[in-house]
C-alpha cells in the first residue's frame, strides 16, 4: 500500500460546524489510523484476518463507547466526536468500524442503557479499555429482515436461565469474551443476555469466504443448553425495542462511518486523476472525469451536512429512527456509488490493492446490509410518511 | 523534573502559501495550523523523562495569539500539565525568545525544550537566544537525552557524524528528528485537557530586532528536459544558455 496522505474533502467549510475538541479527536484518530492502521489494512484483509493487536489502541484512543459516561471508563463525549471516530476509522476500513461500531453501541450501549449497575460496574470498563470484546447476537439463519420472528430462546430452571437456539453473521463472535444475545422467554417476550465466552455449550464458530469485510472477524453463536446466571439478563428492558434501540445508534454511527469511505475514494481518485496521465493531458482535465469528481464531492459534501444535522438533533435526543434511517441508507448508497465511480477513474489499478477503492466497495456491500438493509430503511421512511408499515 | 516545553504554532506541510498587503504579510485565510513537528518531539521527550524519573512537570509555553490555543490544548492533551501563552504576535526568533527567558527567568524550571527549528521560518535561532539570555548552556539538535542526578548525557549531530556532551541543568536543548517518536493524545488525555489550565500571560519584554519588509514565493518549477544519452553537446548548451549554471 502507498504511504497515506489522505486529507479530508471540506467544500462548504463545515469544520466551522465543528469545535475545537471535535477537530481534535479527528485529527488525532486520523494521526493514529494512519501510523498504526493503514499500513496493515491491505495485508490483514487480503488474508482475511482481523487485527487483533490494535483493539488495546483502538481502546486509548475512544473508539469504544466514546459517548458514554466517564464514571464508567469511557469518554463521556458527544454524539458528533461519535461519529467523527467512526467516520476516520471507516475512512481506512468498514471492518474496523464495524468492530467499533459493535463493541460501542451494540454492547457497550446496551450494558449501559438496559443493565444494572453491577453489570456496567462489572464489564463497561474492560470494553472500553478493550480488554473484553464484546459481540451481539441477533440475525438467524431464518430471521434477517424479521428479527422478531427470533427462535433463539431460554426457559427459566428457577437459579439459571437455559439458553438454546443459534445466530448467524455476527461480528466479532470468533474473539469476542461475551455476547449480548436476544432471546425470547417462554411466554415470547424479547429479552437480552450476557453469555461469556467459557459457558458450557456455548460456541462460536467462524464464517469464512467472505468477500467483504474481510478484515472484520464474523461467526455463529451456538447456544446448546447454554446455562446462563440470572444476574446476566438485562433487567430493565423487554421487547423488540431493546435490539432496536441499539440498532439506533449503531447505525447513526454507519452514517458517520460510510461517509469516511466515500471521501477516501474521493480523494484517491482526485490524486490520482491529477497524476495519470493520457492523450498528454492529466486524465483529470478530461470532462468526464471532471463529471465524476464532481458528483462524488457533490454528494460527500450533502451527506456530510445531513449528517452533521442528525448529530446535532442526537445530542439533543430528537433524532428519531426514522431520521437516521435515511441517513444510513443515503450515506452508505452514497459511499458505494462513490466507490464505483472512483475505482473507474482508477483504470486497472483500481482493482489491486495498491489502492483502497476496491476494498471499500467490497465492505460497503456488508454496510449496505446490515443494520437494515437498504430497503428496509426505505420502508422505515415510507412508514413514517404514510403511517402504514409495508414489510408485513 | 520541572521541563519547559516551548511550542511554534506553523501551518501544515501542504498548505498553499499566499501573502497580502503587498507581500508584507503571510495570508492566514483557511490555512490549518499544526503545532511545529519538531516541537512534539520535545513534548514527547519532555512527557518521557519525567515518566522515567517517575515525576515532574511540564509546562507548554507559546508565543503567539489566540488562534494558537488549539493546539496548546493539544499539547495538554498529549500530556503537558498546564500551558502558557505570551499574547503577541510573534515578530521574530529574538521576540520569542526574549518571552519565554522573561517567563522562564525566577520558575525554577530544570530543562527547556524546543525544536530544532520551526518549520515555517526555520530560523532555528531560539535556543540559543534563550541560553543566553538565561545564561545557561544550549544545545542544538539533540538525537539523545538521558538525565542522571543533575546531569545531562546528550547527543547531537554534527556534519557527518555524531557528537556526545554533558551539559549540566538547567539547560536549553533543541530538539531533531531521531529524539523520539511524537506522541499521538488519546481520549483520556483529550477529556483531561478540557481542564487542565492555560494561562495567558500579557507580553512583557516586547523587544524584535527585524522586521518583514517583504516576502516572494519561489520561482515555479521549471519542466524537465530529457536528452538521449548520445546528445552531449545540447546537453552542454542548454546547461550554459537555458539553466545558466555552466
Ligand atoms: C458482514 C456482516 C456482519 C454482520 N454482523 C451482524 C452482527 O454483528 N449482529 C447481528 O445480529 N447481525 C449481523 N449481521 C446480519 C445483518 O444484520 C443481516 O444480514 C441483515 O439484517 C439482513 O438479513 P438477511 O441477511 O437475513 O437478509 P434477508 O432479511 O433475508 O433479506 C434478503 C433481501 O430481502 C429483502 N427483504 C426482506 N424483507 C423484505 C420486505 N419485507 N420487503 C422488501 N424487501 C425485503 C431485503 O431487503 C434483502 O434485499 C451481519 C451481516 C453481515 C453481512
Redesign the interface.
Known amino acids: 500500500m502507498r504511504t497515506d496522505r489522505f486529507?479530508h474533502p471540506d467544500h462548504y467549510l463545515m469544520d466551522e460546524l465543528l469545535t475545537?475538541?471535535h477537530?481534535?479527536?479527528r485529527?488525532?484518530v486520523r494521526?493514529?489510523v494512519k501510523?498504526e492502521l493503514s499500513p496493515i489494512i491491505e495485508d490483514y484483509a487480503q488474508r482475511a484476518e482481523f487485527p487483533k493487536h490494535i483493539i488495546r489502541g483502538l481502546g486509548?484512543?475512544?473508539a469504544f463507547g466514546?459517548s458514554l459516561p466517564?464514571e464508567y471508563g469511557c469518554?463521556?463525549?458527544d454524539q458528533i466526536s461519535y461519529g467523527i471516530i467512526m467516520q476516520e476509522l471507516e475512512r481506512c476500513d468498514s471492518g474496523i468500524r464495524s468492530t467499533a461500531s459493535v463493541q460501542g453501541s451494540l454492547v457497550m450501549y446496551p450494558i449501559y442503557k438496559y443493565g444494572s449497575e453491577e453489570q456496567r460496574r462489572k464489564y463497561l470498563p474492560k470494553l472500553a479499555s478493550g480488554e473484553m470484546m464484546g459481540c451481539f447476537g441477533l440475525t438467524e439463519p431464518d430471521h434477517g429482515s424479521n428479527p422478531g420472528g427470533m427462535t433463539t430462546n431460554f426457559k427459566d430452571m428457577g437459579d439459571h436461565y437455559l439458553l438454546n437456539g443459534a445466530k448467524m453473521w455476527i461480528s466479532n463472535a470468533p474473539f469476542a469474551d461475551i455476547a449480548v444475545v436476544w432471546a425470547k422467554n417462554e411466554a415470547g417476550k424479547i429479552h437480552g443476555l450476557i453469555v461469556e465466552r467459557g459457558m458450557e455449550g456455548f460456541t462460536t464458530p467462524e464464517t469464512h469466504n467472505k468477500w467483504s469485510l474481510r478484515a472484520s472477524a464474523t461467526g455463529e453463536l451456538v447456544f446448546d443448553n447454554v446455562k446462563v446466571p440470572k444476574e446476566n439478563l438485562l433487567p430493565n428492558i423487554s421487547g423488540l425495542k431493546g435490539p432496536m434501540g441499539c440498532l439506533d445508534s449503531a447505525r447513526y454511527g454507519i452514517a458517520w462511518g460510510a461517509i469516511g469511505a466515500a471521501m477516501d475514494c474521493y480523494d484517491s481518485a482526485l490524486n490520482y486523476a491529477k497524476e495519470r496521465v493520457q492523450f498528454d493531458k492529466p486524465i483529470a482535465a478530461f470532462q468526464l472525469t471532471q463529471k465524476k469528481l464532481a458528483e462524488m464531492l457533490t454528494e460527500i459534501t450533502k451527506a456530510q451536512l445531513l449528517t452533521w444535522r442528525l448529530g446535532v438533533l442526537k445530542n439533543e435526543d430528537r433524532a428519531s429512527t426514522p431520521q437516521i434511517s435515511m441517513a444510513k441508507r443515503n450515506n452508505v448508497e452514497m459511499a458505494l456509488h462513490v466507490a464505483r465511480e472512483a475505482r473507474q477513474i482508477h483504470g486497472g489499478m483500481g482493482i489491486t490493492g495498491e489502492y483502497p477503492i476496491m476494498r471499500h466497495m467490497m465492505n460497503l456491500e456488508s454496510v449496505v446490509t446490515y443494520e437494515g438493509t437498504h430497503d428496509i430503511h426505505l420502508l422505515i421512511t415510507g412508514m413514517d410518511i404514510t403511517g402504514m408499515p409495508a414489510f408485513r | 523534573m520541572k521541563i519547559l516545553v516551548c511550542i511554534s504554532n506553523v501551518p501544515d506541510t501542504?498548505t498553499k502559501i499566499t501573502f497580502s498587503s503587498d507581500n508584507k504579510e503571510f495570508n492566514k485565510a483557511g490555512v490549518q495550523y499544526i503545532i511545529n513537528p519538531y516541537d512534539e518531539l520535545a513534548l514527547t521527550k519532555a512527557l518521557e523523562l519525567n515518566e522515567a524519573a517517575g515525576g515532574g512537570t511540564v509546562t507548554a509555553i507559546h508565543v503567539g495569539q489566540a488562534d494558537a490555543?488549539?493546539n496548546l490544548?493539544?499539547a495538554l492533551?498529549v500530556g503537558a500539565d498546564d500551558a502558557v501563552r505570551i499574547d503577541a504576535a510573534p515578530i521574530d526568533g529574538f521576540f520569542v525568545a526574549s518571552e519565554i527567558a522573561h517567563y522562564a527567568k525566577d520558575k525554577g524550571f530544570d530543562l527547556i525544550l524546543c525544536g530544532r527549528e520551526s518549520i515555517d521560518y526555520n530560523g532555528g535561532m531560539v535556543a540559543g537566544m534563550l541560553g543566553e539570555l538565561l545564561d545557561w548552556p544550549s544545545v542544538n539538535v539533540i538525537t539523545s537525552i538521558s538525565i542522571n542526578g543533575g546531569e545531562a548525557h546528550l547527543e547531537r549531530d554534527i556534519d557527518g557524524g555524531r557528537e556526545v556532551l554533558t551539559a549540566k541543568l538547567p539547560f536549553v536543548g533543541s530538539c531533531q528528528k531521531e529524539l523520539t517518536e511524537p506522541r499521538?493524545?488519546?481520549?483520556?488525555g483529550?477529556?483531561m485537557?478540557?481542564s487542565k489550565p492555560l494561562q495567558v500571560l500579557p507580553v512583557a519584554a516586547n523587544t524584535a530586532h527585524t522586521q518583514v519588509a517583504t516576502y516572494a514565493a519561489p520561482a515555479p518549477k521549471a519542466g524537465c528536459k530529457f536528452l538521449e544519452p548520445t546528445q552531449v553537446e545540447e546537453l552542454v548548451h542548454l546547461l550554459h544558455t537555458e539553466a545558466k549554471v555552466i
Open positions: 486529507q475545537e475538541e477537530k481534535l479527536i485529527d488525532t494521526a493514529w501510523k486509548e484512543i475512544g466514546p466517564a469518554g463521556g463525549m | 501542504t490555543e488549539p490544548r493539544k492533551a499521538i493524545p488519546n481520549m483520556r483529550i477529556m485537557a478540557r
